[in-house]
């Protein structure tokens, strides 16, 4: 079957350095993406792996092992505004490339 | 350039009646993806077009669903009648011709209450 695992909640100071893990097994893989969602708003991409490693962009890092079927998110340098769900997608192309998401991780930041 | 819009932002409707939800991807999108999200579970696929063609249907609920994508533009879903677990927030997400890192772009979302 289709498994994406990642937190339901976490919490973190302003300022520090947070790690949002996810875990996947799934039939097929063409990359990961996390996406970013503030309430009542649409998901916005962050970022995407599919080789093994880190990707860096600017305060947002994602990595990648397609071996232990495990990635993370890092924020660094939070900020209030980063407040929010982060959504783990794997796109599973068998026939098309639909995303299949983990139920997303709230995150929140405070002073 | 405009994002991917939804419309409405809001529909309640009561059991048994149809409601209609349309999306308008970014211009020059081939590709056009139906999400749902119920409360408290995660974002599931609905479906696939490819230009007006529907490429996976494979997560459609039942046949009270009915979408469709004339002319390869804009997107309707229907559903008809309603039912209260059909309720939940409708994405729709679109993205250019496959290929590496091709990401999808979605809207906001159409927030439904079947009551």
């Known amino acids: 079957g289709q498994n994406i695992d990642q937190p339901t909640e976490m919490t973190a100071t302003e300022g520090a350095i947070v790690q949002i893990n996810c875990t996947y097994q799934?039939?097929?893989?063409?990359?990961l993406f996390w996406y970013q969602q503030h309430a009542g708003e649409a998901p916005t991409f962050l970022s995407y792996?599919?080789?093994?490693g880190l990707e860096e962009k600017g305060r947002f890092s994602s990595f990648l092992s397609r071996s232990k079927g495990y990635s993370y998110l890092l924020l660094k340098e939070l900020q209030m505004k980063d407040s929010a769900s982060y959504l783990c997608a794997v796109r599973d192309y068998d026939n098309t490339d639909k995303l299949i998401f983990g139920t997303g991780t709230r995150l929140q930041v405070f002073p | 350039e405009a994002g991917v819009t939804q419309f409405p932002s809001h529909s309640v409707i009561e059991k048994g009646q149809t409601v209609t939800l349309r999306c308008d991807p970014i211009?020059?999108?081939?590709?056009l993806y139906w999400y749902r999200r119920v409360m408290g579970k995660e974002i599931k696929f609905l479906l696939h077009f490819v230009k007006e063609s529907k490429q996976d249907e494979s997560g459609m609920p039942n046949n009270r669903f009915l979408a469709e994508r004339t002319g390869g533009t804009y997107s309707t879903l229907k559903v008809q009648p309603a039912e209260l677990e059909d309720s939940g927030v409708y994405f729709c997400?679109?993205?250019?011709?496959?290929?590496?890192?091709?990401?999808?772009?979605f809207g906001q979302g159409t927030r439904l209450t079947v009551v």
């Open positions: 792996n599919v080789l093994d």
């Open positions: 799934t039939s097929g893989f063409n990359g």
């Open positions: 997400a679109s993205s250019q011709e496959g290929g590496y890192g091709t990401e999808a772009f």
């Open positions: 211009s020059g999108h081939d590709n």
